[in-house]
T-cell receptor, first 116, second 113 residues
Framework: ETGVTQTPRHLVMGMTNKKSLKCEQHLGHNAMYWYKQSAKKPLELMFVYSLEERVENNSVPSRFSPECPNSSHLFLHLHTLQPEDSALYLC???????????????FGSGTRLTVV | EDKVVQSPLSLVVHEGDTVTLNCSYEVTNFRSLLWYKQEKKAPTFLFMLTSSGIEKKSGRLSSILDKKELFSILNITATQTGDSAVYLCAVINSGGSNYKLTFGKGTLLTVNP
């Protein structure tokens, strides 16, 4: 375990379902991120939260809805997804203030999402 | 738009070989370049490079940054089957108050016994 825990590890959902991905970090970091990793594409930044405020929304469709209730938890709520949304969803955290950003991100193990 | 290009996209070698992975970038407000190793799911941190020409080493892995030519290389000597993974390069854009990483597509390294 890296200090960033994601659940579930695998998720299969229909296009009309609603589900949520959960991410939890115990590293004392103050910034959290959602990334999407599709086959043969670079990791794509979806959302950034710094000090529990959303500071970046990278043109992500509204069927993805993030929530950051506190600095240790991050959710990604999913509804009416499309098959092309099938991918590995990675959560990451960092100490994002001043000189604290020394080691990049710490990633979770991801949720492998399949939309059928 | 920030851009990171890695080459080759995939590479197959035999145990004991030495490999060099390449990463070139175009980014505004460059702060640092990072290398990650991704075996199954979670990318794990290898190096962060901020200054040009200073080699960072960890065991059989080493990396160096050239900020004039805008590239970095990751070297792995005496490769082992456990080095098989996707190696990701990312650059940090420090514009604004938050650090953003832009990733390359990765290099898939396969080390055969």
């Amino acid at each position: 375990e890296t200090g960033v825990t994601q659940t579930p590890r695998h998720l299969v959902m229909g296009m009309t379902n609603k589900k949520s991905l959960k991410c939890e970090q115990h590293l004392g970091h103050n910034a959290m991120y959602w990334y999407k990793q599709s086959a043969k594409k670079p990791l794509e930044l979806m959302f950034v939260y710094s000090l529990e405020e959303r500071v970046e929304n990278n043109s992500v469709p509204s069927r993805f809805s993030p929530e950051c209730p506190n600095s240790s938890h991050l959710f990604l709520h999913l509804h009416t997804l499309q098959p092309e949304d099938s991918a590995l969803y990675l959560c990451a955290s960092s100490q994002d203030q001043g000189q604290g950003f020394k080691y990049g991100y710490t990633f979770g193990s991801g949720t492998r999402l399949t939309v059928v | 738009e920030d851009k990171v290009v890695q080459s080759p996209l995939s590479l197959v070698v035999h145990e004991g070989d030495t490999v060099t992975l390449n990463c070139s970038y175009e980014v505004t407000n460059f702060r640092s370049l990072l290398w990650y190793k991704q075996e199954k799911k979670a990318p794990t941190f290898l190096f962060m490079l901020t200054s040009s020409g200073i080699e960072k080493k960890s065991g059989r892995l080493s990396s160096i940054l050239d900020k004039k030519e805008l590239f970095s290389i990751l070297n792995i000597t005496a490769t082992q089957t456990g080095d098989s993974a996707v190696y990701l390069c990312a650059v940090i854009n420090s514009g604004g108050s938050n650090y953003k990483l832009t990733f390359g597509k990765g290099t898939l390294l396969t080390v055969n016994p």
